[in-house]
């Protein structure tokens, strides 16, 4: 009996080491390659606010149905951590958890959803991420508010990677493979912190910006 039993834990092992998640690993951008400012006077002076994604990307072509997030934090003198501010080209906005502690295991969930498309042929995908982690209005708040340190990300419910984040106040990617949208379905996105950078100030952790490059488009 124990020979089986040892036999058994063995082979158990064995299945959760092959389905291990694959890990990976963000890259140091730099955030002048991924904003812009409406335009510029004479001599240089930039006009308007400071856009993220100016000009043609993926979102020519792709969309995100809906967002949601396991928690928020509650609005305050007007301002609001809502997760669609993660996905809104804003650095100056953010998703902030609800909860008291770090806000590990909360997390924040996008819907792609082209079932109801009829001319969808299936061509769209993401596979790349393009994060500003923490609160990125300014350095100090920043620093003050906790940033992700790694995301456990689930496809469809379903682990798929682990997302080793950079503590960074500029703009990283993430390489997630090749993710295509299929006819007729809906494909939802799932993002959980697991670590986090703590802030000086507040455990309140924050993400600017999850957004996303992909293919489909042009």
């Known amino acids: 009996m124990k ?5 058994f834990f063995l082979t158990f092992n064995t299945i959760l080491f092959s389905q291990e998640l694959k890990k990976i690993q963000a890259v140091q951008e ?3 390659d991924f904003f812009g400012y409406d335009d510029y006077d004479t001599s240089g002076k930039p006009i308007g606010e400071l856009l993220f994604l ?16 396991s928690s928020e934090l509650k609005e305050n003198k007007g301002i609001n951590y809502s997760p669609k501010n993660a996905h809104d080209f804003d650095k100056n906005t953010a998703w902030v958890e609800g909860k008291s502690d770090y806000g590990i295991g909360e997390f924040i969930e996008y819907t792609f959803d082209f079932s109801e498309i009829k001319e969808y042929n299936g061509s769209l995908g993401i596979n ?3 994060l ?8 100090l708040t920043w620093q003050n508010n906790s940033r992700v340190k790694q995301l456990k990300v689930y496809l469809n419910d379903k682990p798929y990677a682990i997302l080793n984040l950079l503590d960074t106040f500029e703009i990283q990617t993430i390489n997630i493979g090749e993710i295509k949208f299929p006819t007729n379905k809906v494909t939802k996105l799932k993002f959980e912190i697991t670590q986090v950078y703590k802030g000086i100030k507040f455990k309140d952790t924050a993400i600017s910006l999850l957004m996303f490059e992909g293919v489909g488009v042009h």
């Not at 979102?59 to 997030?69: N, P, R």
């Not at 500003?132 to 350095?139: F, R």
């Open 3 to 7: 020979i089986i039993i040892t036999i």
């Open 30 to 32: 730099k955030d002048s």
């Open 54 to 69: 100016k000009g043609c990307s993926w979102y020519c072509g792709g969309s995100v149905k809906s967002i949601k997030a």
């Open 128 to 130: 790349r991420i393009l």
């Open 132 to 139: 500003a982690n923490g609160y990125k209005k300014n350095k």
